[in-house]
């Protein structure tokens, strides 16, 4: 079974500065990956989805990840981060033979200090 | 009304009372899906309904019964629930049950079990 691993369980960054969550996923062959975002009392918000192609995927409010099989990675960027960016984010991972089923990681909670 | 909507936002419920919470997605989507988010662990999936039928229960106890009257409707019927079972509840619809597609969110409704 497919199994995601989030290791930062908060990340604390000051405005302006860029960001990076990370993301580890096992799988043994090229997974769906897909970074949701979730604001306090809200539901989950997609960011980001990568099936194939470019490794490089860019995504809402100035997000990109790029997906690394040697790493078995799909972290999470941004340049530069606002204040609004301040929330729980998770990296989710999905396969064809498990059809519409996700396993999501336990989330980073990202803080921003102005 | 867009999106996935769920109501209640919030319900307080005491252990001996019969609530149900309800789902509703306005996407066309043909799969149905809850997950319960408890604090400090990762979404859980409870269940999957394609096409108004049950394919999938994670082991949930009896005292949540969920119910799919129809592609655009998911109930989740609450009995004799315990304090542990106090968490947000969510609900997501995808398009194609057959791949791990996008899921869509809604903003959840907060139980609380006294």
């Known amino acids: 079974a497919q199994s995601v691993t989030q290791p930062d369980i908060h990340i604390t960054v000051s405005e302006g500065a860029s960001l990076e969550l990370r993301c580890n996923y096992s799988?043994?062959?090229?997974?769906?990956l897909f970074w949701y975002v979730q604001s306090p009392g809200q539901g989950l918000q997609l960011l980001l989805k990568?099936?194939?192609?470019?490794?490089l995927v860019q995504g809402i409010k100035g997000f990109e990840a790029e997906f690394k099989r040697s790493q078995s990675s799909f972290n999470l960027r941004k340049p530069s981060v606002h204040w609004s960016d301040a929330a729980e984010y998770f990296c989710?991972?999905?396969?064809?033979?498990?059809?519409?089923?996700?396993?999501f990681g336990a989330g980073t909670i990202l803080r921003v200090k102005s | 009304e867009t999106g996935v909507t769920q109501t209640p936002r919030h319900l307080v419920m005491g252990m001996t009372n019969k609530k149900s919470l309800k789902c509703e997605q306005h996407?066309?989507?043909?799969?149905m899906y809850w997950y319960k988010q408890s604090a400090k662990k990762p979404l859980e999936l409870m269940f999957v309904?394609?096409?108004?039928?049950?394919?999938e229960n994670n082991s949930v106890p009896s005292r949540f019964s969920p119910e799919c009257p129809n592609s655009s409707h998911l109930f989740l019927h609450l009995h004799t629930l315990q304090p542990e079972d106090s968490a947000l509840y969510l609900c997501?619809?995808?398009?194609?049950?057959?791949?791990?597609?996008?899921?869509?969110f809604g903003p959840g409704t907060r139980l609380t079990v006294l």
């Open positions: 997501a619809s995808s398009q194609d049950p057959a791949s791990s597609g996008e899921q869509f």
């Open positions: 799988y043994g062959a090229t997974p769906y």
């Open positions: 990568y099936f194939s192609g470019d490794t």
């Open positions: 989710a991972v999905g396969a064809p033979e498990y059809g519409n089923k996700l396993v």
């Open positions: 996407l066309g989507h043909n799969a």
């Open positions: 309904y394609n096409f108004k039928e049950q394919t």
